[in-house]
Nanobody
Framework: VQLQVSGGGLVQSGGSLRLSCVAS????????VDWYRQAPEKQRVLVAG???????NYADFVKGRFTISRDNAKNTAYLQMNSLEPEDTAVYYC????????????WGQGTQVTVSS
């Protein structure tokens, strides 16, 4: 099982990025997907999640700016990030959780998002 994360980069404040999380060797449709982020010297925090049925939820600090989605046919989850702020600078990770057993979960490698002011 592998989760390949891409889409990070350097962007100016107010800009946008779209992160992708591509799953392989798993039945992607059986997994809820979450995006987390970890800023320097801070704990990893949940940013957004999408269920197997496409129901999304968001941390308050990204509501209205970020959109999580998934395309099960492509084994891919996305995080569209708009109106980025310097405070969004972090390493972003995706995590897939088996919908029947959350102890079965996988992490992708992180991707750096840097927002300049």
């Amino acid at each position: 099982v592998q989760l390949q994360v891409s889409g990070g980069g350097l962007v100016q404040s107010g800009g946008s990025l779209r992160l992708s999380c591509v799953a392989s060797d798993m039945t992607f449709g059986n997994y809820d997907v979450d995006w987390y982020r970890q800023a320097p010297e801070k704990q990893r925090v949940l940013v957004a999640g999408v269920s197997t049925r496409g129901i999304a939820n968001y941390a308050d600090f990204v509501k209205g700016r970020f959109t999580i989605s998934r395309d099960n046919a492509k084994n891919t989850a996305y995080l569209q990030m708009n109106s980025l702020e310097p405070e969004d600078t972090a390493v972003y990770y995706c995590k897939a959780r088996n919908k029947w057993n959350y102890r079965i979960n996988y992490w992708g490698q992180g991707t750096q998002v840097t927002v300049s002011s």
